[in-house]
């Protein structure tokens, strides 16, 4: 139930704990016709989900209150920008999606947005990030997320340029990735890496990963998996890099 409040033009949603809004376009930076006429409030509202949404500035204000304690955004990250330039308040999980099939020419944003919404989340429980794409060309090398405690990659990272990006990213907990493109020599390489691990990298990680899953792209093929007997015996030599890690899951 909601209620039009006496002291103003504002529709009240008194009871309401969860929200989830799907497809509603708004440029963020344009003038809603019910700014000037309507105010809503959620006094009670918990939860926030969108989905390839966009909120004028007076909705954002409205639903991302001080009460609010579980954020989640899928589709643009220019629009999740806009929003996060709220303040967080109370919040205990934030989650961010990415779909570059539907926002490609984001690409080139995505690094710096994700790096200024990311460095405001200190105090936050619960922080993820998906990236829910197979081709994604730019370099993660500039990415700095210091609070960031879960990462899903849905395209294949060399674990060489994924050793490099992990220091700026210290309190990732869960990471998430495929595995996938590798032609042969590739995957030569990859197990050469982590079977001589202690060499290329003598001194163990200051990382905090507990949890790693990996996924096999070739499972939706019917194609024979990557992750046969020799691949899973070098993967288990990232529990001395990575001295944290306790679970090594595998989705083929």
């Known amino acids: ?6 002291e103003a033009e ?3 949603f008194d009871n309401l704990v969860n929200l989830s809004i ?3 376009v708004q ?6 016709a019910m700014a000037n006429d309507l105010y809503m409030r959620f006094p009670k509202l918990e939860r926030l989900v969108l989905t390839n949404s966009y909120l004028a500035r007076n909705e954002a204000d409205a639903m991302m209150a001080h009460g609010l304690k579980r954020f989640q955004h899928e589709g643009s990250i220019i629009a999740a920008s806009q929003l ?3 303040p967080f308040g109370n919040l205990d999980e934030l989650y961010l999606c990415w779909e570059k099939r539907q926002y490609f020419d984001e690409a080139d944003s995505f690094v710096p947005l994700t790096n200024e919404i990311f460095n405001k989340t200190k105090g936050i429980e619960y922080v993820q990030c ?3 794409m197979q081709n994604f060309s730019r370099s993660m090398d500039g990415v700095d997320w210091p609070y960031l405690t879960h990462l899903s990659l849905g395209f294949t990272m060399t674990f060489k340029a994924l050793f490099k990006m992990l220091p700026k990213v210290p309190n990732l ?4 990735m495929i595995i996938g493109g590798y032609d042969r020599n590739e995957l030569t390489k990859t197990i050469r890496l982590l079977t001589n691990i202690k060499k290329h990298y003598p001194t163990p990680s200051s990382s905090k990963i507990k ?4 996924a096999d792209e070739r499972a939706a093929l019917r194609r024979k998996s990557y992750f046969q007997p020799q691949f899973r015996k070098a993967i288990e030599n990232l529990k001395w890099y990575w001295p944290q890690l306790k679970d090594i899951s595998y989705f083929d």
């Open 173 to 176: 907990v869960q990471l998430d």
């Open 211 to 214: 949890k790693l899953l990996l």
């Open 10 to 12: 504002a529709i009240v």
């Open 84 to 86: 996060c330039k709220q």
């Open 27 to 32: 440029d963020p930076d344009a003038d809603n």
């Open 130 to 132: 998906e990236i829910r």
């Open 1 to 6: 139930m909601f209620r039009v409040g006496v």
């Open 22 to 24: 799907s497809g509603m």
